[in-house]
């Protein structure tokens, strides 16, 4: 168990369940960033409203709020329910990100996958989740990491099947891809076939709420802000970069001056990789950043 408990979830009966009065502060911590509210003004709230934080202390600053806004335990997972819906949490690490950026700020060098070259990079081929990186005995110094899709965890077992895996899978699943197209290179002549560009549901439905705001001409509306900021997230996720001759030409040049490789090499890894496909099956499909994809493993 960690140290402390996430603020919001309290053990009753031997079993970990909600505090409701706190919860309802999280959740009002969520939606009032994903509002447009900073994490200062967040934490000079919740200061004077006396709200104590993790540590049952009234006193709060914008790190803390950072913490709890990127806290996974939120989603649930084999101890914790999930508290924040996956749309919102995702939404709000989008928002960090671009805040970040904004501020010129990168991410903390001291978290478990800031420097880890397979964030972002992991994908599951059964429903489409990312995979995210889990400690079996968190906090203990035999701990051990897997990779795991984020709907196989977050109290949704029935969501997918997909096997975690280690790093080291991951490695092992790379070298033979990469090897296979430095050895063949004319493979990276065969452009993928183009997707026709379509809109997810939720971008959809985000849509179809903001016509209606305006329709009802609710421009100053509090929701119609945050709803297109929603839609161009979503809207993000989902849009193609037509870039197959640069990214083809960039790999036939670097990979043209290597040899076949023994060994892991992570700068190889991360000029060459978009991301990795993982199927229940244990197979890994590797794709390549100008879209060919060769198995893996």
């Known amino acids: 168990m960690q140290r402390h408990t996430p603020?919001?979830?309290q053990m009753k009966d031997g079993k970990m369940g909600f505090d409701e009065e706190r919860a309802k502060i999280v959740k009002k911590?969520?939606?009032?960033?994903?509002?447009?509210?900073?994490?200062?003004?967040i934490a000079k709230q919740l200061t004077a409203d006396g709200v104590e934080n993790a540590n049952n202390k009234?006193?709060?600053?914008?790190?803390?709020?950072?913490?709890?806004?990127?806290?996974?335990?939120?989603?649930?997972d084999e101890m914790y329910p999930q508290m924040?819906?996956?749309?919102?949490?995702?939404?709000?690490?989008?928002?960090?990100?671009?805040?970040?950026?904004?501020?010129?700020?990168?991410?903390?060098?001291?978290?478990?996958?800031?420097?880890?070259?397979?964030?972002?990079?992991?994908?599951c081929g059964e429903c489409?989740?990312?995979?995210?990186?889990?400690?079996?005995?968190g906090g203990k110094s035999s701990e051990k990491s897997r990779w795991k899709c984020k709907n196989s965890v977050y109290l949704q077992q029935d969501k997918c099947?997909?096997?975690?895996?280690?790093d080291e899978?991951?490695?092992e699943a790379f070298i033979p891809a990469i090897n296979t197209v430095i050895k063949k290179p004319h493979l990276l002549e065969k452009k993928p076939k183009e997707i026709p560009k379509h809109h997810n549901l939720e971008f959809l439905k985000l849509n179809q709420r903001i016509k209606e705001l305006e329709v009802n001409e609710q421009f100053s509306s509090k929701e119609l802000a945050v709803l297109i900021f929603q839609r161009a997230s979503s809207f993000y996720q989902t849009a193609q970069v037509h870039d197959y001759e640069h990214h083809t030409e960039n790999l036939k040049k670097f990979l043209s001056e290597i040899q076949p490789q023994t060994?892991?090499?992570?700068?190889?890894?991360?000029?060459?990789?978009?991301?990795?496909?993982?199927?229940?099956?244990g197979h890994i499909d590797v794709e390549f950043i100008n879209g060919l994809t060769v198995q893996g493993s």
């Open 161 to 166: 099947n997909c096997s975690a895996i280690t």
């Open 58 to 76: 009234p006193s709060w600053y914008h790190c803390s709020v950072g913490k709890l806004l990127e806290n996974i335990k939120y989603l649930g």
């Open 169 to 171: 899978k991951i490695k």
């Open 29 to 41: 911590v969520f939606s009032d960033y994903l509002s447009g509210i900073s994490t200062h003004a």
């Open 263 to 281: 060994e892991f090499q992570e700068g190889l890894f991360l000029q060459a990789v978009k991301q990795m496909i993982v199927y229940a099956d």
């Open 7 to 9: 603020m919001g979830y």
């Open 128 to 137: 489409g989740g990312v995979f995210r990186k889990y400690m079996d005995n």
């Open 84 to 123: 924040i819906e996956t749309e919102i949490f995702e939404q709000v690490q989008s928002r960090r990100k671009e805040q970040r950026q904004k501020l010129g700020r990168g991410a903390n060098p001291n978290s478990m996958s800031a420097n880890n070259p397979f964030t972002g990079r992991i994908w």
